[in-house]
């Protein structure tokens, strides 16, 4: 006894920690299963995401951590504070899941600083919130008094939307010697109460009996719900009806017309009079299909009210009872198929974006985080996405239907400063449905351009008597420019090399000697290891070419070097012209001369 109950607790122990190694697999990959039961107040707790999935807190509040739902109702939602994910919406399993076994909402965990989405499931478990209630509250029974005993009457069903334990248990009848309570069990594992006829009418006796039926649930407490039953006793009628098939199938396209006529249920019934009236009533049904199908009780023919949905409901299964004017009855079950059409476009939604990028960022940076849905089933509800046509972007699989857009290749701002991405996606249907969303991202500028001269060589002429503020070299440039001036008038004339006391040259040697300064002095500015100009960005006269010219900034991007108030005859390297007005009382000769 005492082995037998070490292997008991060894067998707990061992279940115990394939629970735990469950849980912290699916912690692992990303994957969160909680249960909690239905009906809790808003903000109760379910379960502590940030510990199963080893999250910091700070990574959580400052990284912009949400949860998000399919569909219009978020009902979770994260306390960014704890970790803990809480109830955002009281929940009514009932109202979600009907009469599923299983309800289980889904929904992720977007952590935007770190571009990762976490799946997580939650069970909502059943409690005893519902009592068990029948359809008709009063029912009323006609039986001829020739009927023979042990005849069975369908009696009603009651319904319990709960499950397990919480759902209808069990029936009992309250009444008289001439009935008993015969409750059989369908294939559906449902239990159907039936009224059997225990002991002889007579009408003569008793023209009514009343009786009670009660159905409760398992729950503890028990809740329990009563219909009453009242038996008429007439003369005989010695034909029942009979459907001429046990089970009507149909298929129907959900965008069938409200009004169309599905099907029509018949039955033979060879007796005349009231005995051989018929009458047609619905029954075990739902109060969903209550509303969207409609049975002529005279007729049989069913038809729809309400527009179908296959995305909400694609089966509808209800029974048809068929009853004399003498009591007796027969029923078929009824299967409606709602068939599915392409009626929903993909809907995208841009859980996490970034509104700029840096023109270095390496290939594959995530950009954007996209969550891609279509509600339709089948080819219908099979999305492909695309990206817009010469974009540096692609699309990658994230986690099921989301995708993740990255860039393709380096980004390179000065040919392209921002692009609008349109995130395109289109279903299997035909014709294909097709949406899309725009992206918008702009490329911020890194320095990765050095200044570039136009041309190798400049030079230009000037003579001795030229005004302050005279220009003396100009050259188009991509880059902001500046200008070359003569911070002082020329001196006497005579000096051999123009560089002594401000003097101006005044013979052919020293305007050469000057001209070559100038060269000299912009191909020191090109160069990237020179500091002429003070910095990366800048250009700078060397102070050894004299006090008579300076270099200054211009807004029309463009390298002048000038003398204070003067003009001057411009020339490249190749002899061609290239002076331009500078702007105020500034000007430039337009004159052609001669080396």
């Given amino acids: 006894m005492c082995a037998a109950r070490e292997g008991r607790w060894c067998r707990s122990q061992r279940a115990l920690l394939w629970c735990v190694l469950v849980a912290a697999w699916e912690a692992a990959w990303g994957q969160l299963r909680y249960s909690v039961p239905e009906e809790l107040p808003k903000g109760s707790f379910v379960g502590d995401v940030a510990e199963d999935l080893a999250l910091e807190l700070a990574a959580l509040g400052g990284r912009g951590a949400r949860v998000v739902s399919q569909g219009r109702t978020q009902y979770f939602a994260l306390h960014a504070s704890s970790g803990h994910l809480v109830t955002a919406e009281r929940i009514d399993r009932e109202q979600l899941c009907e009469s599923e076994p299983q309800c289980v909402l889904r929904c992720e965990l977007i952590v935007e600083g770190e571009m990762k989405v976490y799946a997580i499931e939650v069970e909502i478990t059943d409690i005893n919130d519902n009592t068990p209630s029948f359809e008709e509250l009063q029912v009323h029974e006609e039986m001829i008094e020739t009927t023979a005993i042990g005849s069975r009457f369908t009696l009603p069903e009651a319904h319990d939307p709960d499950v397990g334990a919480n759902s209808l248990q069990s029936y009992a009848l309250i009444g008289d010697e001439h009935f ?163 009626d929903n476009a993909p809907e995208i939604w841009v859980r996490s974006a970034l509104s700029e990028i840096s023109e270095d960022a390496a290939p594959g940076t995530v950009v954007a985080l996209v969550h891609v849905q279509d509600r339709d089933s089948g080819a219908n509800g099979e999305v492909r996405c695309s990206l817009g046509e010469s974009v540096p972007f692609r699309l990658e699989r994230a986690l099921d239907d989301y995708y993740s857009v990255v860039t393709a290749r380096e980004l390179d701002r000065e040919r392209a400063s921002e692009y609008n991405v349109t995130v395109r996606a289109a279903d299997g249907g035909s014709p294909s449905l097709r949406s899309g969303a725009v992206l918008a991202l702009r490329v911020l500028d890194v320095n990765d351009n050095a200044p570039v001269f136009a041309e190798a060589r400049y030079s230009a002429r000037v003579s001795e008597n030229n005004a302050e503020g005279a220009l003396v070299l100009t050259q188009a440039q991509p880059n902001p420019d500046w200008r070359f001036s003569q911070t002082q008038r020329p001196g006497t004339s005579g000096s051999q090399n123009g560089e002594e006391g401000g003097a101006w040259p005044n013979n052919q040697f020293d305007t050469e000697m000057l001209q070559a300064m100038i060269l000299a002095s912009a191909n020191e500015a090109a160069d990237v290891n020179a500091t002429l100009g003070g910095g990366t960005g800048t250009m700078g006269l060397s102070a050894r070419y004299g006090p008579q010219f300076t270099l200054q900034h211009v807004p029309d991007y463009r390298q002048n070097v000038y003398i204070p108030g003067s003009t001057a005859t411009l020339t490249n390297a190749a002899g061609k012209r290239d002076a331009k007005p500078s702007g105020g009382n500034k000007k430039k000769s337009g004159k052609k001369e001669k080396k």
């Fill in 180 to 342: 008993s309570l015969s409750v059989q069990a369908g294939g559906d594992g449902e239990k159907r109460p039936e009224l059997v006829l225990a002991k002889a009418l007579d009408r003569e006796e008793a023209a009514f009996h009343e009786l009670l039926l009660r159905a409760s649930d398992g729950g503890d407490p028990s809740r329990t719900g009563t219909a009453r039953i009242r038996v008429a006793v007439l003369d005989a009628n010695d034909n029942a009806p009979a459907f001429s098939q046990a089970v009507y199938t149909v298929r129907v396209p959900e965008d069938v017309p409200v009004g169309s006529t599905l099907l029509s249920v018949t039955v033979t019934d060879p007796d005349d009079g009231s005995n051989g009236e018929i009458k047609y009533t619905l029954r075990k049904t739902t109060k969903k299909s209550s509303k969207v199908f409609q049975l002529e009780q005279d007729t049989g023919v069913i038809s729809l009210v309400r527009n179908l949905d296959f995305e909400d409901d694609e089966l509808y299964e209800f029974e048809v009872q068929a009853r004399d004017g003498g009591g007796l009855s027969d029923k078929a079950r009824v299967s409606i198929s709602v068939t599915d059409v392409n």
